[in-house]
């Protein structure tokens, strides 16, 4: 079973700093994907990456199959970003199975 | 985004009663999903179906049970609903590249 480790749990930051939320995982995987979940409950899908670099707008994701470990990156954050953050992994075909780690809750203070 | 909805989207019941939650797809997507999130913990599958009939174990399978007869319905019964089923249920779809997060059932068992 693979062992999903997000870090930090919490980080609180003043806005336009830059955020770095951590990912570890003990089993090789598949893929990676990083999500946002708002304050309201909703989930939303931000990447899905198996090896080198993603960026989306102000968001880049990174991951290192060799050390397993992936982060995901925010520049110049501003308080709409204050979310919580979850890392999971795949092992199967596609998208079959995911292992969530527990969330990075993330608040930005203006 | 994927139009995915859940129904109920918030329930009450006492323990011993059965439960049916729904999750209907527009998306046409083959992988469906139950998750259940709780504090403390990260998202756990419930259970998954990779197609019509075709459906699975997830990590936390036991006291539920799933059934998909149509493409675009994944149901999630509890049997007998317990006290340590009050969870949020988090339905998903996905195709081959990312999935995506119906906006969650709030389920209390009293």
């Known amino acids: 079973k693979n062992e999903v480790e997000q870090s930090p749990q919490n980080l609180t930051a003043q806005e336009g700093e830059f955020i770095t939320i951590n990912c570890s995982y003990s089993?090789?995987?598949?893929?990676l994907h990083w999500l946002q979940q708002h304050p309201g409950g909703g989930i939303v899908s931000l990447f899905m990456?198996?090896?080198g670099k993603k960026k989306h707008g102000r968001l880049i994701a990174t991951i290192n199959i060799q050390e397993k470990h992936s982060s995901l990156h925010i520049t110049a954050s501003h308080p709409r970003d204050s979310a919580v953050y979850i890392c999971?992994?795949?092992?199967?075909?596609?998208?079959?199975?995911?292992?969530f780690g527990t969330g990075t809750r993330l608040t930005i203070i203006p | 985004d994927a139009g995915i909805t859940q129904s109920p989207r918030h329930k009450v019941t006492e323990t011993g009663t059965p439960v049916t939650l729904r999750c209907h797809q527009t998306?046409?997507?083959?992988?469906m999903y139950w998750y259940r999130q709780d504090p403390g913990h990260g998202l756990r599958l419930i259970h998954y179906s990779y197609g019509v009939k075709d459906t699975d174990k997830g990590e936390v399978s036991d006291g539920y049970s799933v059934s998909r007869s149509k493409t675009e319905d994944f149901l999630l019964t509890l049997e007998s609903a317990t006290s340590s089923q009050t969870s949020v249920y988090f339905c998903a779809t996905a195709d081959y590249n990312e999935q995506f997060f119906g906006p969650g059932t709030r389920l209390t068992v009293l």
């Open positions: 998306e046409n997507h083959r992988y």
């Open positions: 999971a992994v795949g092992e199967g075909f596609g998208n079959e199975k995911l292992t």
């Open positions: 990456l198996s090896s």
């Open positions: 089993v090789g995987i598949s893929a």
